[in-house]
């Protein structure tokens, strides 16, 4: 069964003309809930009881939220955290102060996960053909998915995906960063030479995908992102990777965070030989200024290097990237004699994919 509908909060007073008594609830808007429902935006995972005579769902004043198309034996709800809140009653609705302390009880507990269904089938779909491996480094472990080409060749793309969603809101951490759709795993289908995608630490942690890291904590993913730790990590698993191969030159390519993270790897592999970035924070100091967020305090910043590697260095950037704005690290890049390439049009997510094997074809790489 799926769900594709929109749903308006009525207000208590609205529900009082109809002759339903709200009684605790006169600051919020509900609706009765029938079925298990997904809405857009922050997600975390319920069970809807069958068969109970009235299901709530209450939510801030003026709120309407549209579900979006997912498969309703997920079980998947979304409710920002601070404004929403779940109530199963019978006939009558609870006594205000355990609704109180179940609207606390849920903001502490609640799970944020997307809609898992759409998640792993997205990179099922993505995926399909690559073989996928795990491996571990002294600090974490990484998934690894290899695309193989008919072609033989000494060169070897690597693709490091984007930061995903470390935040549901901007005080709300999500229990997994992993992106529903990563973008890299989409533009290395296209790409005809060898390939792999090698996973960060901490992001697809999860036995469907092979991991089981017990070592990941939420700084990882959030100001300690681009970390010591986490390039160290990504440096040992890559090299691990190549010892196995036969190849000479390696390409790192790297999507927004994931760009960010194949900036400071290049630095500390020789075997590098390209490096593209594709909108990626390469000033961190400047981005959190730029969009008034906290300091990445645990990370590492591009930005503070000097005399960069390798020679050979793409960064693409779009003009209506309002995510990362090219300005942002435009004099570093100039300093460093790698100016950004802002393509016309594109943005944070668009259209990357729809012309990569155009830019592709601009670096050399096919």
């Known amino acids: 069964m799926y769900i594709n509908q929109t749903i308006h909060f009525e207000s208590s007073q609205q529900r009082k003309k109809r002759g339903i008594s709200a009684p605790g609830l006169n600051n919020f808007y509900k609706i009765p809930v029938s079925c298990r429902v997904n809405f857009s935006d922050n997600k975390f995972i319920i069970k809807l009881v069958k068969n109970r005579r009235a299901r709530y769902i209450a939510a801030s004043a003026g709120e309407e939220k549209t579900m979006k198309k997912c498969p309703a034996d997920q079980v998947s709800v979304n409710v920002q955290a601070a ?15 355990l609704l109180l302390r179940l609207y606390l009880l849920s903001v502490a507990t609640m799970t944020l996960w997307g809609c898992q269904g759409n998640t792993r089938d997205d990179f099922a779909r993505l995926s399909e053909a690559m073989q996928a491996s795990r491996i571990t480094t002294p600090y974490h472990q990484h998934l690894v998915l290899s695309q193989p080409s008919p072609d033989s060749s000494t060169r070897i793309h690597v693709y490091i995906e984007g930061d995903g969603r470390p ?6 951490i999500a229990k997994d960063p992993t992106p529903r759709a990563p973008l890299t795993l989409a533009l290395m289908r296209q790409d005809p030479q ?11 942690n999860d036995p469907f995908y092979g991991l089981a890291d017990s070592h990941c904590e939420s700084r990882l993913w959030t100001n300690a ?34 760009g960010t993270i194949a900036t400071l790897m290049a630095q500390r592999m020789p075997e590098v030989t390209r490096l593209v970035t594709i909108a990626a924070n390469l000033d961190v100091d400047a981005w959190t200024r730029h969009h008034h967020y906290s ?22 950037f779009g003009s209506k990237d309002q995510v990362v704005p090219p300005l942002l ?8 004699g790698h100016p950004p390439r802002v393509i016309e049009g594109f943005d944070h997510r668009c259209c990357w994919q729809q012309q990569w094997p155009a830019l592709l074809e601009l670096i050399g790489a096919r």
């Not at 935040?167 to 709300?172: Q, S």
């Open 83 to 97: 404004l929403f809140f779940i109530v199963i009653a019978t006939r009558q609705l609870l006594h205000p102060g």
């Open 167 to 172: 935040w549901i809101k901007r005080y709300l």
């Open 194 to 204: 060898p390939a792999i995608f090698l996973g960060r630490p901490c992001y697809f």
């Open 225 to 258: 992102r681009y970390s010591e730790t986490v390039i160290a990590s990504m440096v040992d698993a890559l090299r691990q990777w190549l010892a196995t191969q036969d190849y000479s030159q390696v390409t790192l390519i790297g999507y927004s965070g994931g």
């Open 295 to 316: 300091p990445l305090s645990g990370s590492l910043n591009p930005a503070e290097l000097t005399n960069t590697r390798p020679r050979v260095q793409y960064h693409f």
């Open 329 to 336: 690290a435009r004099d570093w890049l100039q300093a460093q």
